[in-house]
């Protein structure tokens, strides 16, 4: 499986798989490494599925490394529930990291933050406009050192300042550990995004759009913490 997701060079490879305890077992792979959870990936997944009328029913189970997911297909759209976001605390100078992205402090609306999901880690940080985003100078080296120097694995950069006026937030999203630099589209980080945020109400991410990848993830709240992330597919 590494080595086709090192042939196909997508962000992540999706492989369905038999499962005895939910309808599928899903496994994603990087160019480099399989990770714990991937939202796009597992939307993409199941849509072709529904394409090909693997299952009929509006809510399915889907079984991977770290926990079950429920998923919800609604028209043209797919939700995965998550539970179990929370920001975790460190005391790390956030001003040493700031040179390497390159931000400067007058760029920050708030204090950047680690948001843990499973056993993923992601520094959140939300700056003041589109133009902060779209001067950023993303570099492999940079960035690595980064994620290692913090121990996480992928680091988000929003702001609330949208190119649609019906979205509520624009991000970019990097995760050099794992054998690329940024990501088209991630889930897992809007959802650490809007757990930083704490707004309890329904979010849309738009994304992609300085990669030429553009989409719009959206984030739906729910009860005890868990949140519904997701968004529309196509079949190519």
């Not at 995965?80 to 990291?97: A, C, Q, R, T």
């Not at 700056?127 to 121990?151: F, H, R, T, W």
């Not at 945020?197 to 849309?204: A, H, Q, V, Y």
């Amino acid at each position: 499986m590494l080595n086709i997701a090192k042939e196909v060079g997508a962000s992540e490879t999706a492989f369905i798989l038999p499962s005895k305890h939910a309808y599928f077992r899903i496994r994603w792979f990087t160019p480099n490494v399989e990770v714990g959870l991937c939202i796009h990936a597992t939307i993409a997944a199941l849509g072709v599925l529904r394409s090909q009328n693997f299952f009929k029913s509006d809510t399915v189970t889907v079984e991977t490394k770290n926990t079950q997911l429920l998923c919800k297909i609604d028209k043209n759209n797919i939700f995965v529930k998550i539970s179990g976001y929370y920001p975790i605390s460190n005391e790390l100078n956030f001003l040493e990291i700031l040179p390497l992205l390159p931000i400067n402090n007058n760029q920050l609306i708030s204090i950047p933050k680690i948001i843990k999901i499973f056993d993923d880690y992601e520094l959140v940080i939300e700056v003041k406009s589109l133009d902060d985003l779209q001067n950023l100078k993303p570099g492999q080296k940079e960035y690595s050192q980064i994620c290692s120097m913090l121990n996480i694995t992928g680091i988000s950069i929003f702001t609330r300042e949208t190119f649609d006026e019906s979205n509520h937030i624009h991000t970019r999203e990097f995760a050099p550990l794992y054998g690329y630099l940024e990501v088209p589209l991630c889930g897992m980080a809007a959802g650490a995004i809007a757990t930083y945020i704490n707004e309890k109400k329904t979010l849309r991410f738009e994304q992609g759009h300085f990669c030429d990848t553009k989409g719009v993830i959206i984030v739906e709240p729910d009860v005890n913490d868990t949140i519904w992330i997701g968004g529309s597919y196509g079949i190519m």
